[in-house]
Structure formats: C-alpha cells, structure tokens
Nanobody
Framework: QVQLVESGGGLVQAGGSLRLSCVAS????????MGWSRQAPGNQRRLVAT???????NYLDSMKGRFTISRDNAKNTVYLQMNSLKPEDTAVYYC?????????WGQGIQVTVSS
C-alpha cells in the first residue's frame, strides 16, 4: 500500500503561485504514474495532470501553460507548480499514484484563490 502526503496548499490571491508537493511512502521508481486531481465544492473530482515514471506529463487543457507537474524519484516526491492562479482554481487537490493494479490517493489539500 502506498501512502501519499500532500503539502503546500493555502490561500493565495488571483495571479499568484503555489507549489504543491506529494511525498510517497514507496520508492517512486516502482510507481508508474503519479498525478493530481482536484475537486471544487459541488463538482466531481477532475484530473489536473499526470506524469509517468519516464517523466512524460499530460495536462487538462485548461491547465496547460499555467500548471507544471514534475517528479523527483530520489525524493519520492511529485510536485504541481501552479502559476497565474484564478478563483476558479479553488478546490481540494488530491495526489494519486498508480502502483501495479491499484490507485492510491492522498488525503487532499485545500487551495483557495481569492479575487
């Protein structure tokens, strides 16, 4: 079982930046895909970005150019750099990991963007 712990959320003004971090309890070399999803109040959880073990990144179209996902396998950590934040980016952000045939989720972290 993989445990994931997110950090780096908080309150930021529109146009600002935040960097989320997610530390995995397992070595990242054994985790095929890591990613971030988010869930705003009243909405379904939506994928934000994923990154493969080889470093290939994919993004939801609306995130391209503003969000950057990266991973540091030596630190068992995946990051989500969020720039030019908008109020509509306000949500709980969840880290997840695909390990073998299972998907594991972090507990989520709040990001609030004020206008």
């Amino acid at each position: 079982q993989v445990q994931l712990v997110e950090s780096g959320g908080g309150l930021v003004q529109a146009g600002g930046s935040l960097r989320l971090s997610c530390v995995a309890s397992e070595t990242m070399y054994s985790i095929n895909i890591m990613g971030w999803s988010r869930q705003a109040p009243g909405n379904q959880r939506r994928l934000v970005a994923t990154i493969s073990n080889g470093g290939r990144a994919n993004y939801l179209d609306s995130m391209k150019g503003r969000f950057t996902i990266s991973r540091d396998n030596a630190k068992n950590t995946v990051y989500l750099q969020m720039n030019s934040l908008k109020p509509e980016d306000t949500a709980v952000y969840y880290c997840y990991a695909v390990h073998g045939h299972s998907t594991y989720w972090g507990q989520g972290i709040q990001v609030t963007v004020s206008s």
